[in-house]
């Protein structure tokens, strides 16, 4: 069978956008699943609109959610150059092709007279789309348009036909190639246009599937055309639908953030949003939704891949992360967390090994907790300030009727013990609520106080994680205090 190859094609005209970084998995799973070869290759046919900056914007996000290539930029590979801009030539050597065969011609038409036409043919309540003028030009009438000194495009001549795109997702889409102007290969600067440089590039670096977004549909019909003309294989085609908002409008800045780079800034974990885009138009066949890019790559199929519009919900993204946070070891997560606690000014640039080990078990306390990362400035709040500042319904809390009894009975607990791990915190409220049982003081009554006086709130980490933060002196400072209000 012949070698799968994919390509991934981002224009560097902005960050990388959601549904863009969609398809590149898509195309990325596609050619793992079937020991494929997944193609970089950067579109920067829009000179005005591209920029360095994006492109290197957009490599490092598609390294950020674990993606690599098999050829492209950084790597090269037998197909290059992998930027369009630096494959003029190859585009010129193609079209003079076109032009050889008649199947292009040059087009003298001003923009003016374009939209006159246009206008004209709107106004009969005609289609608008180019009127085919130049198509058969005398050469009596070419040389005057280049003594005018007239710039020409050329054009590729659209055949008469039915074009259908056998879509691997939304199955066959008939086009007639009636609605489709002669649309421009080379414009009048002699670059070459989107179009045509798509398909040279397909052509030329042998690519078997083009997955993209369902927007590109309309431009494959043309494309077909394109394949044919050039006597190349079509390759096979798969259109990705919509992302949409949740008020099923095209997403857009309007829904929140759309770029990888704000969910990457906003603490979402990289396997979390590989994990979530790829639930938006594919589902696994026993509904299991927890998924690690590794695992992804082996069981993705482009057949289970929707034709409805996905929607994307944010919250779910959430809830995902939240999951993915869970699965890391307190080794992994703590490292992503440091720029947050940094930046909250509660820990310093360099902090020394038994200061990391002690962080470590600040984010043991709260990882359950967390959604995103920058959460943990938050949930971690409590192991950072060296007062406790009470709250009116701590206050209250502590002036409970048993609350004394409470306090003093774990003062003693504390006073007995040495080293505080979690292991020995455990033991050490079992036993407290086991002593304070036989007084008939429990549940609520027993942690509620306990919790008031350790750290100030009435909800947070799991006690036994605070106490073996905090430690036996501490613990015991804050119990002295706050029995001083009960
Ligand atoms: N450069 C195009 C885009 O960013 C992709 C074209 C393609 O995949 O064929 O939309």
Known sequence: MKNIRVRFAPSPTGHLHIGTARTALFNWFFAKSRNGDFILRIEDTDRSRSTIEFERSIIEDLKWLGLDWNEGPEIEGNYGPYYQSKRGD?????????LKKKLAYRCYCTENELEKRRKEALARGVMSKYDGHCINLTSGEEERFITEGRKFTIRFKIPKRKII??????????FNSDT????????????ASFNLAVVVDDVTMKVTHVIRGEDHLANTARHILLFEALGYPVPKFGHLSMILG???AKLSKRHGATSISDYREQGFLP??????????????EDGKEIFTLEELSKVFSIERVSKSPAIFDIGKLKWINGQHIRELTVEEL?????????????????????????????????????????DITNNAKLFFEDKVGY???????????????VLKTLEEALAKEDKID??????????????????????????HPIRAALTGRLSGPELFYVISVFGKEKCLKRVEEAMKLA
């Open 271 to 284: 396997s979390a949003i590989v994990n979530y885009l790829t639930l938006l138009g594919w589902s696994s």
């Open 246 to 248: 949740v008020d099923h």
């Open 334 to 374: 703590t490292p992503l967390v440091l720029p947050h606690l940094r930046e909250a000014g509660y820990i310093a640039s360099e902090l020394s090994g038994e200061e990391v080990v002690w962080v470590e078990k600040v984010v043991r306390a709260v990882q359950t907790n967390l959604v995103v990362l920058s």
């Open 422 to 447: 979690i292991e020995k915190a455990k033991v050490l409220l079992k036993g407290v609520a086991g002593r304070l049982k036989a007084g008939n003081i429990k549940g609520k009554a027993v942690y």
């Open 391 to 405: 709250s009116e319904d701590v206050l209250e809390e502590l002036k409970g009727e048993q609350v004394s009894m």
């Open 180 to 191: 489709i102007g002669d649309f421009i290969l080379v414009r009048s600067d002699g670059t």
């Open 165 to 174: 795109v056998h879509d691997l997702i939304k199955g066959d889409v008939e």
């Open 90 to 98: 190859l585009y010129k050597k193609f079209v003079d092709e076109l």
